[in-house]
Structures are given as C-alpha cells and as structure tokens.
C-alpha cells in the first residue's frame, strides 16, 4: 500500500487547474482550536452529505452555509493508478469536477430571470466560497497493490460488499481514508462569473484506521443497522462500527467525512475569511 501517513497537505493557488506544487502538514492545529472562524460571504457546500455539511457547520457560522449538490454522480475510479502521487491528484481532481458542476449551476442562476431558485441571493452578493471535497477508503490488494473503495452498491450486493471488504481488507489490518479537499472564491461582477474571477485552493489528507482482527462475530449486527450504506468503505467511524476500530491516526474529522484542520487553512488562505 502507498504510505499516506505523513498526512501531508498539498496546495495550490490558480485559476482552475488542479495542479499542487507545494506542502504543508496538515496537522498543525488541534482540531479543538477550529472554531474561530468568520465568513463575510456565503459558503456553498458542493456536497449532498449532511455529515459533510454538519461539519462544515463547526467551522463556520451556520447563517452563512447554503447547498448546491453537485448535479452528476459520475466520477473517475482510481484502478488505473498506483502512486501515492497519483491517488492524491485523483481525489483532488474529483474535487475539482464536483467544484466545476457547482460554479455552472451558479452560473446559470445569475443569468436566470427566475428568482425563486434556493440560490437566487447570489444575484445580490459581490462574492461567495465555494467548498467541494471527496473521501475515499484506500486498502491492500493482491499483490501488495493499493485499492480504492467507493461507497458499496446500492442493490442486493450491498451487504456481500461490505462482508468481503471487513474479511480480506479492515481484520487485523490499517487502512488509509483519504480526502481531498477544494475551495474556490468567486467575485461576481455585473452579474457574471467568469474563469478570471476565480480563484481555487487544494489539498489531501489521509488518516491511518487500524481495526480488530476478529470481526467475523460482529458482521451480521453490524450489516443489520443499515449503517454501511452510503459510507466510502461501508462504514462510520462516529457510529456503530466504532467497535471495530483499535487505533486511529491522524483527523478523526477526515474520516467522518470533511478534515476540519485542512478545510480550515484552505479558507484561512482566501482573502474573504478572516480568522
């Protein structure tokens, strides 16, 4: 499996490009110390996840948090990767489409006559943040090769899924959660949003999850409470299968759904956050 557990934050600033030249740890605030934080302009969550939303919710005033669910469920896969390189520019380059579809729905709300749309304040505010992430669970294959697991299938393979990721990739064995994270300030001029009053910041974050090697007595309790369903990796950590997990290294927040100390240096780096 590729080492993420240096839990290293990439950045970038641009206009659009999901390029990441720099570092920094991400690990450098308690995740206790986030709730300083003031927003002068709307956030919009690019996210149909409440967890997501919940925790944006700590970092942020909750009058200034909207919703705009990215439009299209399709995303890349990772299969065709193999470096840890290559698994970090691919969750920020999910993060990078769902941001796009957000912008071009936001877009298309400006232009509107229709002033009945959820986001039509935006027709009156010289600025807004847009925040998009994506989460994914990285394991070991065959062949000491990396796999990456999305959320299991919403059918009758549900719960076989989930049996075979618990037996042959979490019993006795750490798993890396990766997230990478996407943040976009927007000035509005004359009713417009154009590529040029865009500018975007990246970054990863990876947690180290260890879990207990005799699962096989909890799996049919824990397959009945539904929690699976939904969850990179057909778990929660916050929830039931808390009881599956020895040791976690690295933001617990990541794994919840949102890395609350990567998400808050990206703002902190837009010029319309003041700490």
Same mark, same amino acid.
């Given at each position: 499996?590729?080492?993420?557990?240096?839990?290293?934050?990439?950045?970038?600033?641009?206009?659009?490009?999901?390029?990441?030249?720099?570092?920094?740890?991400?690990?450098?605030?308690?995740?206790?110390?986030?709730?300083?934080?003031? $927003?002068?302009?709307?956030?919009?969550?690019?996210?149909?996840?409440?967890?997501?939303?919940?925790?944006?919710?700590?970092?942020?005033?909750?009058?200034?948090?909207?919703?705009?669910?990215?439009?299209?469920?399709?995303?890349?896969?990772?299969?065709?990767?193999?470096?840890?390189?290559?698994?970090?520019?691919?969750?920020?380059?999910?993060?990078?489409?769902?941001?796009?579809?957000?912008?071009?729905?936001?877009?298309?709300?400006?232009?509107?006559?229709?002033?009945?749309?959820?986001?039509?304040?935006?027709?009156?505010?010289?600025?807004?943040?847009?925040?998009?992430?994506?989460?994914?669970?990285?394991?070991?294959?065959?062949?000491?090769?990396?796999?990456?697991?999305?959320?299991?299938?919403?059918?009758?393979?549900?719960?076989?899924?989930?049996?075979?990721?618990?037996?042959?990739?979490?019993?006795?064995?750490?798993?890396? $959660?990766?997230?990478?994270?996407?943040?976009?300030?927007?000035?509005?001029?004359?009713?417009?949003?154009?590529?040029?009053?865009?500018?975007?910041?990246?970054?990863?974050?990876?947690?180290?999850?260890?879990?207990?090697?005799?699962?096989?007595?909890?799996?049919?309790?824990?397959?009945?409470?539904?929690?699976?369903?939904?969850?990179?990796?057909?778990?929660?950590?916050?929830?039931?299968?808390? $009881?599956?997990?020895?040791?976690?290294?690295?933001?617990?927040?990541?794994?919840?759904?949102?890395?609350?100390?990567?998400?808050?240096?990206?703002?902190?780096?837009?010029?319309? $956050?003041?700490?």
């Amino acid at each position: 499996m590729p080492d993420f557990s240096s839990r290293n934050l990439r950045t970038a600033h641009n206009h659009g490009g999901p390029e990441l030249p720099g570092r920094a740890n991400c690990s450098q605030t308690p995740e206790s110390d986030l709730m300083n934080i003031s $927003v002068p302009t709307p956030v919009i969550l690019g996210s149909r996840s409440p967890r997501r939303l919940e925790l944006l919710g700590h970092l942020l005033p909750q009058e200034n948090l909207h919703v705009c669910s990215p439009m299209s469920a399709d995303e890349e896969g990772f299969d065709d990767l193999q470096s840890r390189d290559e698994f970090e520019s691919r969750i920020c380059s999910i993060a990078q489409t769902k941001l796009n579809d957000v912008l071009d729905q936001i877009r298309r709300v400006l232009i509107a006559s229709d002033r009945t749309h959820a986001l039509s304040f935006l027709k009156a505010v010289p600025r807004l943040t847009v925040v998009t992430a994506d989460t994914t669970v990285v394991v070991t294959g065959d062949r000491e090769r990396a796999v990456a697991l999305g959320q299991p299938p919403e059918d009758g393979r549900l719960e076989d899924t989930v049996r075979h990721w618990f037996r042959d990739y979490f019993a006795g064995q750490t798993h890396e $959660v990766l997230s990478g994270v996407c943040i976009a300030t927007c000035r509005i001029r004359h009713g417009e949003l154009t590529p040029d009053d865009i500018s975007t910041r990246h970054g990863t974050c990876s947690t180290r999850i260890s879990m207990r090697r005799d699962v096989e007595p909890l799996l049919d309790w824990y397959l009945s409470t539904g929690e699976s369903r939904g969850k990179a990796g057909g778990y929660a950590i916050q929830g039931a299968a808390s $009881v599956f997990v020895t040791q976690v290294s690295g933001s617990l927040s990541n794994v919840i759904g949102l890395p609350l100390e990567l998400t808050r240096q990206l703002l902190s780096g837009h010029s319309t $956050v003041h700490i």
